[in-house]
DNA sequence: TTTAAATTTGACCATCTGGTTAATCTATTT
DNA sequence: AAATAGATTAACCAGATGGTCAAATTTAAA
């Protein structure tokens, strides 16, 4: 029964995340989810009261999901160039398998700001600023980061990250058309973002 | 008669517009567009048959605008460098006019890539890159570009232009936490890429 | 085996939504 | 002024959609 009930409510929010993911909120048809699940429509609101609610929990744990793979840059015992690799290899990898994640994240944050509250407030950024800036005071001076330009560096950074996949259809519309693979492109990504950021901070002596 | 006619078509066409673009294709309804143009609801059926002919006209004005603000970029007269200061200049002062067409460009083309060949098909892309290798053939000597790399170049210029409107919600909800100013953020920013992004390229000797 | 609780379903409802239509209003033409 | 064509509206419709409910079914406890 507990084995029967995780399967069902967990074949609901599989399925629901699916469909949300493809369609949006405003996309998404609960009869569709329900179809996904191969359940009753009933039954969706049985474990979840509303669309509302089902969305809330889907959307919170993608989000969570999605921050998280952001955390480990700042306990890895890496120096910076290498915490910047290992980012860009770890981030692109989990879009690789997650390809639509972003642009709905981004879509639904749009959407809604009220949600990026909650995420964000978790989120001691200043804390986590100064902690990457001891960990790596040495290093840091060899690098055109200051404190004005910090968001800067950050958005360059996620951007350079995030940016191919939310523009996927595009960027690989346009590729098609003059002889590039796309998921080739993507794979380079992982080595040629790190390199071309490094190069552009590189101080010239 | 003709001048009232303009008028109407025009005020249903602005409304349609502002309204997709705030909720989307799915999000937008008929009765929010025929309340916004201050009109009747049957008269967008009147003008425009169905919604799908009206978010049609709407997207593919919309569509074609942001590619054309790519085009200049081709023929004026500048060294590859100042090109590049160019585009994000005018690129970026555009977007801080339409802030959220961005993020509905990339989310359309994602719900009906169908929509995405018609637009890219009129552009020859591999064209274009010959007309640019061509008027730049001495100057590309010092950058790192190369046949291979263009697509993560084009993208990488694309999305630090593109990223910071299309992720605002996101990346402004930080940067008040951390006191950064999002406007100045996008002001300084019609600078730093190009900074960044030569710097990156130019081949330490 | 009986009983009670939890799960699942089919049928149903109120509301919303895109779209239609017949009638009214406006303006131009004759 | 009458007629005609185009513009605008109120009322309406069919289908979709989120949500409810009582009945049926399954599961667990007694």
């Known amino acids: 029964m507990t084995e029967n009930d995780k399967l069902t409510e967990e074949k609901i929010f599989e399925s629901a995340t699916e469909v949300f993911i493809e369609k949006g909120m405003d996309g998404a048809r609960m009869q569709d989810i329900a179809d996904h699940a191969g359940i009753n429509k009933a039954l969706l609101h049985y474990y979840y009261r509303t669309k509302d609610r089902l969305f809330n929990a889907v959307f919170e744990k ?16 890496l120096s910076l160039e290498e915490k910047l690799r290992f980012f860009f290899r770890e981030h692109i990898t989990f879009m690789q398998k997650n390809p639509k994640l972003p642009l709905f994240i981004l879509n639904e944050f749009h959407r809604n700001p009220g949600r990026i509250r909650k ?10 600023w100064t902690v990457l800036e001891a960990q790596h005071k040495e ?44 998921d080739q492109y993507i794979e380079e990504r992982k080595e040629y973002a790190p390199d071309f950021i490094i190069n552009a901070l590189k101080k010239q002596v």
């Not at 993608?62 to 015992?77: L, R, S, T, V, Y």
């Not at 968001?151 to 259809?169: D, E, I, L, N, Y």
């Open 119 to 128: 995420v964000v407030q978790k989120i001691d950024i200043n804390k986590l």
């Open 139 to 182: 290093e840091l001076k060899n690098y055109n980061i200051t404190r004005e330009t910090i968001p800067q560096f950050m958005t360059t950074v996620a951007g350079m990250s995030v940016f191919p996949f939310a523009a996927r259809p595009v960027i690989a519309s346009i590729m098609e058309k003059m002889g590039y693979d796309f």
């Open 62 to 77: 993608i989000a969570g999901q999605m921050f998280k793979k952001f955390a480990p840059i700042f306990d890895e015992n």
